[in-house]
């Protein structure tokens, strides 16, 4: 009647959750980056948080769809994700504020590197137990 839950099920429900969760944080900074225009730093004419925003998205659709070989939207989405957060990262400790910040004054962009590498490392052992099966 249900489908057996495998660890790696459970692992990918586990990044879903995560990337719903740290959806609903990003979103209000890129509404109010819609609405003010200064909420966070531009790519060029893009706002990287509208970016961030899409990347998280692609990620826990990819970790979702486990049905679907949808490996390489993960690594799309969190590529760009651990990237940006690295470079945001090293300015903020640079002395060049430039992330989106917490109410208490913490650099978003720290919680962001952060975040993306542990959904990295678990997609990957998410991958190796699939592989194991």
């Known amino acids: 009647m249900f489908a057996k839950l495998t660890i790696s099920h459970i692992l990918r429900l586990g990044l879903t959750g995560i ?6 944080g990003i979103v209000p ?5 819609w ?3 200064n909420a966070c730093p531009n790519l060029g004419p893009i706002p990287a948080c509208y970016v961030v925003s899409v990347c998280y998205a ?3 659709i990819a970790a979702l ?7 390489w939207l993960f690594f799309a989405g969190s590529t760009p994700v651990i990237l940006l957060a690295l470079v945001g990262s090293v300015l903020e400790l640079t002395g060049y504020p430039t992330c989106p910040r917490l109410d208490s004054g913490f650099p978003l962009c720290y919680l962001s590197f952060f975040v993306g590498i542990m959904m990295l490392v678990g997609f990957l052992y998410t991958l190796k137990c699939e592989n194991r099966q």
């Open 19 to 24: 990337s719903l969760y740290v959806l609903s």
């Open 29 to 33: 900074v890129s509404l109010s980056h």
């Open 35 to 37: 609405q003010t225009g």
């Open 58 to 60: 692609a990620m826990g």
């Open 65 to 71: 769809l486990w049905n679907k070989p949808l490996n």
